[in-house]
C-alpha cells in the first residue's frame, strides 16, 4: 500500500523568492513518484516523475525535485517563483506498474506575491 | 487531438436522482479512471479500466458505477446521488510505456452539486 503526505496546504511566496513543496511518501515496494500541477478551472497536468536511477529530476517550467530514500521525501523546488507558477501542486505515489492508479497527497496551493 | 473529454462540465442534482458522467479519450489510451477531488482531501480514485469490458474498484467506489464497452469511452454513473458526492470528477487516461502506466492525461473536470 502507498500513502502521500504534503506538508502545508497553502504556501505564499514572493516573486522572485525560492518554492519549497514538502511531500513524503510511504510505500511497500520502489516507488514511482510524481508531482503534478493544477491551474484554476482546469485538469491535472504532469510536472515530473521519478522512476528509477537520478534521484534529481527536472520538470517543466523550471521545478525539479529529489528522491530521498532515506526521508522517504521527493520535496519540490523552483530556485525563483513567479506569478504564473500559482496554482494548486499534487504530490502523488504508485507502486510500480499500477495502471494509472495513483494514490495522491491533500495538494498545496501555492501563492505568489507581486 | 481533442486528449480526454468530459461532459458535463457542471451539474446539479437533486437527492436520489440519477446521471451519467461521460469520458472520452481519442489517444487510444489502454488505461481509463476517474477521481474525485474534494478540498483538503487531494484526488481519491474511484473506478479504472484496463481495457475494454475490463473494470475495477478503486478507494471510494460505492455510490457509482462504470463500465467501458470501447476503448474510448468510461462512462461514469451515479445511481442515487447524494450530498456526499458533491464534489469535482476527473477522468484520466494513460497507456503501457509511460512510467507504469502513470502518466495521467486528465480531463477538465465535472463539478457535481447535489442539493
Known amino acids: 500500500a502507498q500513502s502521500v503526505t504534503q506538508l502545508g496546504s497553502h504556501v505564499s511566496v514572493s516573486e522572485g523568492a525560492l518554492v519549497l513543496l514538502r511531500c513524503n511518501y510511504s510505500?511497500?515496494?520502489?516507488?514511482?513518484l510524481f508531482w503534478y500541477v493544477q491551474y484554476p478551472n482546469q485538469g491535472l497536468q504532469l510536472l515530473l516523475k521519478y522512476t528509477t536511477g537520478a534521484t534529481l529530476v527536472k520538470g517543466i517550467n523550471g521545478f525539479e525535485a529529489e528522491f530521498k530514500k532515506s526521508e522517504t521525501s521527493f520535496h519540490l523546488t523552483k530556485p525563483s517563483a513567479h506569478m504564473s507558477d500559482a496554482a494548486e501542486y499534487f504530490c502523488a505515489v504508485s507502486g510500480g506498474t499500477s495502471y494509472g492508479k495513483l494514490t495522491f497527497g491533500q495538494g498545496t496551493i501555492l501563492t505568489v506575491h507581486p | 487531438n481533442a486528449g480526454v473529454t468530459q461532459t458535463p462540465k457542471f451539474q446539479v442534482l437533486k437527492t436520489g436522482q440519477s446521471m451519467t458522467l461521460q469520458c472520452a479519450q481519442d489517444?487510444?489510451?489502454?488505461?481509463m479512471s476517474w477521481y474525485r477531488q474534494d478540498p483538503g482531501m487531494g484526488l481519491r480514485l474511484i473506478h479504472y479500466?484496463?481495457?475494454?469490458?475490463?473494470?475495477d474498484q478503486g478507494e471510494v467506489p460505492n455510490g457509482y458505477n462504470v463500465s467501458r464497452s470501447t476503448t474510448e469511452d468510461f462512462p461514469l454513473r451515479l445511481l442515487s446521488a447524494a450530498p456526499s458526492q458533491t464534489s469535482v470528477y476527473f477522468c484520466?487516461?494513460?497507456?503501457?510505456?509511460?512510467?507504469?502506466?502513470?502518466?495521467?492525461?486528465f480531463g477538465a473536470g465535472s463539478r457535481l452539486t447535489v442539493l
Open positions: 484520466a487516461s494513460s497507456y503501457e510505456g509511460t512510467v507504469g502506466a502513470n502518466v495521467l492525461t
Open positions: 479500466s484496463v481495457g475494454a469490458g475490463i473494470t
Open positions: 489517444m487510444n489510451h489502454e488505461y
Open positions: 510505500s511497500s515496494v520502489p516507488p514511482y
